[in-house]
């Protein structure tokens, strides 16, 4: 098994780029979510999905749009990219989306934006 | 290099020490608690959870403590080995669940 992979591994854009920062996990999880990192702080919760069909805004949405496009994948778009936005990306998935289980994380896009 | 762990609490010790990693939550309800390790240049993997019916569970190598008390958890690497190395995290769980509330971590550092 593969895990959480995540694409691309690094992306540099300037600013008012759009792109979609791509996941998938074999594991058959129900959960899937998108974190952002930023130096010297924990992860964010960007956006989850609880199950398949579903999406739903975690603390830090603002500027961003995801896609459940089916069990396995979870994509996170930028429409205008901003500096702000500058950050170490993490998808993970997780058996149920209760909280009561450990999240698998991807290895994580790093993002640039000029 | 990696980025995360700049301005990081750090926690340096000798190989072979024993480690304390410590953690402040601020939600009384919170049930469910979880360490993570994040490696230079990786993702988060899963070290050991605890429920908040338990006081003290025990991995590998690792113990969980959680005083609910004061609110406060840590972590207790046994043998500190240089694999270690790497930013720890405690996670709380919110369970309205659009948040999921990662602390900012502490780098400990193993020194040969």
């Known amino acids: 098994n593969a895990g959480v992979t995540q694409t691309p591994k690094f992306q540099v854009l300037k ?27 924990g992860l964010r ?18 500027g961003y749009n995801v896609s459940r496009l089916n ?10 990219a901003a500096p702000s936005q500058t950050s170490v990306y993490f998808c ?5 989306g209760t909280g009561h289980n450990e999240q698998f994380f991807g290895p994580g896009t790093r993002l640039t934006v000029l | ?6 301005h990081l609490p750090t926690l340096s010790v000798q190989e072979g020490d024993n480690s304390i990693i410590n953690c402040a939550y601020s939600n009384s309800a919170s049930d469910y608690f979880i360490w993570y390790k994040q490696e230079s240049g990786k993702g988060p993997q899963f070290i050991i959870d605890i429920r908040s019916n ?10 969980v403590l959680l005083n609910k008390t004061v609110k406060h958890l840590s972590l207790q690497i046994a043998a500190t080995q240089p694999g270690d ?5 405690c ?22």
């Open chain 2, 85 to 89: 190395s790497a930013v720890y995290f």
């Open chain 1, 92 to 96: 993970a998935s997780s058996a149920s």
């Open chain 2, 54 to 63: 338990m006081d003290k569970r025990q991995g590998q190598r690792v113990t």
């Open chain 1, 15 to 41: 600013t008012g780029q759009s792109m979609t920062l791509q996941c998938a996990q074999d594991m058959n999880h129900n959960s899937m979510y998108w974190y952002r990192q930023d130096p010297g702080m």
């Open chain 1, 45 to 62: 919760l960007i956006y989850y999905s609880a199950s398949e069909g579903t999406t739903d805004k975690g603390e830090v949405p603002n």
């Open chain 2, 91 to 112: 996670a709380e769980p919110i369970y309205n669940f659009n948040k999921f509330y990662f602390g900012s971590g502490t780098k400990l550092n193993v020194k040969p």
């Open chain 1, 71 to 80: 069990k396995r994948e979870f994509s996170l778009r930028l429409e205008s």
């Open chain 2, 1 to 6: 290099g990696e980025s995360v762990g700049l």
